[in-house]
């Protein structure tokens, strides 16, 4: 499973996302908002959410988690392991 952290300098609820994943030793690619601004919006549009972070994961198709949401990150990591 792919995953996808879109995020933006000076985030808190970007890095508490960072943390979860990186304490549960999840596998994910960051990508930078303000240097990626057009893969951004795209994913802004995708997810219907201007709210970052957005973490988009694919099962059997894309799937979106929006800001700091501990259940659904819960669930996603449940799903990977």
């Known amino acids: 499973m792919k995953i996808k952290l879109y995020t933006i300098k000076g985030c808190s609820n970007c890095l508490l996302v960072k943390k979860f994943f990186d304490k549960m030793k999840v596998e994910y690619e ?27 994961y694919t099962t059997d198709s894309d799937s979106y988690i929006i800001g700091y949401d501990k259940e659904n990150l819960d669930k996603l990591f449940n799903l990977i392991n």
């Open 30 to 56: 960051t990508i930078d908002c303000d240097e990626n601004l057009e893969e951004s919006i795209q994913v802004m549009k995708e997810a219907k959410s201007e709210q970052l972070p957005i973490v988009k």
